[in-house]
């Protein structure tokens, strides 16, 4: 078949299929990519394999696991393009090996995940829907619903990557003090919102409220354990918009229970596929927790789509698509991101 693109040009695919398409976003994806299979949920197993057996291409997104087990079924797949930043669901290695390129999407909305972690801090500590639930019952009263004001209030920002800056910009904007803890320093953003790089350490005893934007990995497991909880000011709010497994959900309990975490406001769990595991923590009554929506807005989920489809697009032109995955060459000279010694 032939499919004309932005810009004017067309090109053939074999086999094209689209996973995890959202109702609302088929008609996107359709008005590109006309003969594409679309399948909206989620699949895995013997499933995964058949609905991708003759697929070329195929674009997914984070739920859709790409084991090594997976990839070694798929012998037509030549591209997988994942509409995300992440790409801890594939095995690149295992796609190497098969000559098969993986893309990514490095930043489809950077800022609206950093909108959403004050979203969640502005709707909790103003007490927003508490007092709506009040005006709705018939009481127009303000007594006890008395909020927290951001302003001077100092704010630890682990991971000063698209989404970090753009969290550390929004603090300054609100007046906050901004402490972070990076490998490597972004000196416009040390100028421009007087943010300071700390190590760990003082990032915990010394931020009022903590916000997590690094990515999953075996350095990074359960970085915010017991030991990291005991390190923080009493009363401090952390704010996970990153990945469930950055916190030991057991540890993060006990904190407040004790009183050391005020609020736990979440986007993330660490057993998202399992209420069950995570039932004390969402029950509790300081935890605010979304399904995972810090991403889940109209320009960042469009943007998602048109990045994927320019490098369907780039491919398919036998170019090098310029969000192919690749380790990144950068010279950083800070101390890692690690837990804290035992």
């Known amino acids: 078949m032939t499919i004309s693109c932005k810009g004017g040009y067309t090109f053939s695919m074999t086999s094209a299929l689209f996973l995890e398409v959202d109702p609302e976003d088929a008609p996107l994806v359709s008005s590109r990519f006309p003969d594409a299979s679309l399948h909206e949920g989620i699949l895995s197993g013997d499933a995964l394999v058949a609905a991708c057996k003759d697929a070329t291409v195929i674009s997914c997104f984070i739920h ?6 997976i990839i070694n079924k798929l ?46 801090l502005l709707s909790t500590l103003r007490h927003i829907p508490e007092a ?42 609100f007046g906050m003090n901004i402490l972070a803890v990076d490998r490597c320093r972004i000196l416009e953003l040390e100028e421009s919102c007087a943010m300071r790089y ?51 959900s057991g540890a993060m309990l006990k904190a407040l229970e004790s009183g050391t975490l005020a609020y736990a ?54 170019e090098i698509p310029a969000h192919v995955i690749s380790k990144p060459t950068v010279v950083c000279d800070l101390p890692t991101v690690a837990k804290l010694p035992a």
């Open 64 to 69: 859709t696991q790409f084991s090594k087990d």
């Open 132 to 173: 709506d639930k009040k005006v709705e019952g018939g009481t127009f009263d303000y007594h006890g619903l008395r909020g927290m004001a951001l302003r001077g209030k100092t704010i630890g920002i682990v991971g000063t990557g698209k989404i970090g800056r753009n969290v550390a910009k929004i603090a300054h904007g």
């Open 75 to 120: 012998p037509k797949l030549q591209l997988l393009s994942t509409r995300s930043v992440g790409f801890d669901h594939i095995d690149t290695h295992a796609c190497a090996e098969q000559g098969i390129t993986v893309c990514n999407v490095p930043d489809y909305g950077s800022h609206v995940i950093a909108e959403h972690v004050f979203a969640l």
């Open 198 to 248: 700390v190590a760990l350490p003082e990032l915990l005893s010394g931020s009022d409220i903590i916000t997590l934007h690094i990515p999953e990995s075996k350095e990074t497991h359960h970085l915010i354990d017991a030991k990291a909880f005991a390190s923080m000011k009493a009363g401090a709010i952390l704010v996970n918009t990153a990945r469930g497994s950055l916190i030991d």
């Open 265 to 318: 406001l979440l986007d993330v769990l660490e057993h998202e596929r399992n209420f069950t595991e995570n039932k004390a923590l969402i029950g509790h009554p300081r935890v605010v927790t979304t399904p995972h929506i810090a991403f889940y807005a109209d320009d960042s989920m469009r943007n998602m789509y048109l990045d994927a489809f320019e490098s369907i697009a780039q491919w398919e032109r036998g």
